[in-house]
């Protein structure tokens, strides 16, 4: 289950702003364009009022080892406070900075993906799930892709999927696809955010691919108890897509195409 403290937002809708005065836990909850459910505005904004000079570090609870800032408070009658305009070019210049090491981590992932042999004449296809760049170590610039996005294998073969984030390779034979959060309501208070254990687990229910089954690698990464990678053999010819289901929303995807050995 999420935590609440972490899930929710500590201000509820229609509430007044609140007041940081350098005490005190304020949070935004989780941050997403998609709404938590139908009927309910999403929740992709958080503001918060500081009425005390200081400096006041913060960070992602999701993220916590990659993504942190700082807010400076100076006294009201300060003259030297940037503006939103130099408050944006900063802004811009550090997506710019990012978005060069995002590019280069989807080279060097594209660079990693190969094949080897394997017994029996068969081969073994190496697919990166996802990808953050490897020589500045900077866990901010995450490709949130499958690398490559597309392979192709003969029948007989297998495909490994590694990951060092938060990924998952789904196969899901219906629709929609599974949620990865599951609110349970209560008779007070918020609900119960309970992880789905058909998106986070694993799921293997025969030795090769069945396209009319659900086949899952799930959750792999270094949050996970059930390692970094992840293998699946396929034998009948066709093009089969899957899905990683943390992020379907930012649209990681990928396909196997299998073509007769």
Request: aromatic share 10%.
């Amino acid at each position: 289950m999420l935590n609440p403290q972490v899930a929710f937002p500590t201000r509820h809708p229609g509430e007044p702003v609140e007041t940081y005065s350098g005490t005190g836990y304020f949070n935004s909850g989780l941050l997403s364009k998609m709404p938590p459910e139908p009927g309910v505005p999403p929740n992709d904004t958080f503001s918060l009022t500081f009425d005390t000079p200081g400096t006041f570090p913060y960070l992602s609870l999701v993220a916590a080892d990659r993504m942190i800032g700082t807010v400076e408070v100076v006294p009201a009658d300060a003259t030297d406070v940037p503006d939103q305009a130099a408050i944006d070019a900063r802004a811009s210049a550090e997506s710019v900075a990012l978005l060069g090491l995002v590019q280069a981590a989807r080279g060097q992932g594209q660079a990693l993906a190969r094949t080897e042999p394997g017994p029996g004449g068969a081969s073994f296809s190496f697919v990166r799930a996802g990808n953050s760049e490897f020589i500045s170590g900077d866990g901010r610039a995450q490709v949130i892709e499958f690398l490559p996005r597309d392979v192709t294998v003969k029948a007989g073969d297998t495909v490994v999927w590694g990951s060092t984030f938060f990924h998952t390779a789904s196969f899901v034979p219906t629709t929609p696809l599974p949620e990865f959060v599951v609110p349970v309501p209560q008779d007070a208070g918020p609900p119960l955010l309970t992880i789905n254990p058909q998106a986070a687990n694993p799921a293997k229910p025969a030795p090769v691919f069945d396209s009319t089954r659900l086949f899952s690698s799930g959750v792999l990464g270094p949050f996970s108890p059930f390692g970094f990678s992840w293998a699946l053999t396929f034998d009948r010819p066709g093009t089969f897509e899957y899905v990683c289901l943390v992020h379907a929303e930012l649209g990681m995807k990928g396909t196997v195409t299998v073509v007769p050995r």
